[in-house]
């Protein structure tokens, strides 16, 4: 079992970065891939990044790309969100999320949850 913490949101403005990270326990974070979705107000979780268990391959959403970049620790069990330019349509509960399934893009594909951070986007 995987149990998830997040930490870093906050509120930034327009054009600013925030840097979220994924706390994880257990010896077997190494065996998961790692995601992160978010969910705005009266929408539906959407995927925002995943990274494989190696790190080695990452796949984005086209409304992050080029501005997010997701990385791993499998030394530390941490995932991490930068996230640049900073829009106001960013502004949601970002979730970081495990996998052994895929597609990476779908929650279905997901077995444990972190329990959320906030991050609003002023405009």
């Known amino acids: 079992q995987v149990q998830l913490v997040e930490s870093g949101g906050g509120l930034v403005q327009a054009g600013g970065s925030l840097r979220l990270s994924c706390a994880a326990s257990?010896?077997?974070?190494?065996?998961?891939?790692m995601g992160w979705f978010r969910q705005a107000p009266g929408k539906e979780r959407e995927f925002v990044a995943a990274?494989?268990?190696?790190?080695?391959?990452?796949v984005y959403a086209d409304s992050v790309k080029g501005r997010f970049t997701i990385s791993r620790d499998n030394a530390k069990n941490t995932v991490d969100l930068q996230m640049n330019s900073l829009k106001a349509e960013d502004t949601a509960i970002y979730y970081c999320?495990?996998?052994?399934?895929?597609?990476?893009?779908?929650?279905?594909?997901?077995?444990?949850w972190g329990q959320g951070a906030q991050v609003t986007v002023s405009s």
């Open positions: 999320a495990a996998a052994l399934a895929f597609p990476l893009q779908r929650v279905g594909a997901y077995d444990y």
């Open positions: 257990g010896r077997t974070f190494r065996n998961y891939a």
């Open positions: 990274v494989t268990k190696s790190g080695g391959s990452t």
